[in-house]
């Protein structure tokens, strides 16, 4: 029992989520602000694309914080590409995790609710393959794997 008196829910086997559903506050887009490095992000989306100019091009990292909506966030990045960091492509899950991390520890109410999807399959209906799936197999669902990387720290009380 939870202190509100009710039964504690237990959450299904697979989460499935997308930028519609009651999970929609899992996507990195969500309107969640955070800081890093003393500089104030509008979504995490905002940190991710802008690390891959960090360290090197904080000139470029600025144009893609200061993106008033989170819809121009990777057109700029994109637009950028040519100035992409060369270890992105080794680093960038990392990245993810960290800022998803970053994202959870900054927002005590997601948190909350983030620890008690345990033990559910996280799933990011996407057409992207890359980042999302469908639970059956199609699709990487690299946004699903990093946020269950997340919560196992979180709920280790470890960090990254």
Same mark, same amino acid.
């Given at each position: /029992? ?17 930028? +519609? ?5 899992? @996507?990195?887009?969500?309107? $969640?602000?955070? !800081?890093?490095? &003393? ?6 989306? $905002? ?14 990292? *600025? ?5 008033? $909506? ?7 990045? *994109?637009? @950028? ?10 680093? /960038? !899950?990392?990245? /993810?995790?960290?800022? !998803? ?5 900054? $927002?005590?109410?997601?948190?909350? @609710?983030?620890? &008690? ?6 799933? +990011? ?5 890359? %980042? ?14 990093? @946020?269950?990387?997340?919560?196992? %720290? ?7």
């Amino acid at each position: /029992m939870r202190g509100g008196g009710g039964p504690v829910q237990t959450p299904p086997l697979v989460i499935k989520f997308n930028r +519609y559903g009651e999970f929609s506050w899992l @996507l990195y887009y969500s309107p $969640h602000s955070m !800081l890093y490095e &003393d500089k104030l992000y509008l979504t995490a989306l $905002h940190l991710f694309e802008a690390r891959k100019f960090l360290p090197y091009r904080p000139d470029l990292a *600025a144009r893609v914080r200061r993106c008033e $909506h989170v819809e121009q966030v990777t057109s700029i990045s *994109a637009e @950028l590409a040519d100035f992409v960091r060369r270890d992105w492509n080794d680093i /960038m !899950l990392s990245a /993810m995790d960290e800022v !998803l991390y970053l994202k959870f520890c900054q $927002h005590d109410d997601l948190r909350t @609710l983030f620890l &008690d999807t345990y033990p559910a399959e996280l799933v +990011y209906e996407s057409r992207n393959p890359f %980042w999302g799936g469908d639970g059956a197999g199609a699709g990487r669902n690299e946004l699903g794997k990093s @946020l269950t990387r997340v919560r196992e %720290w979180l709920r280790s009380g470890g960090d990254m």
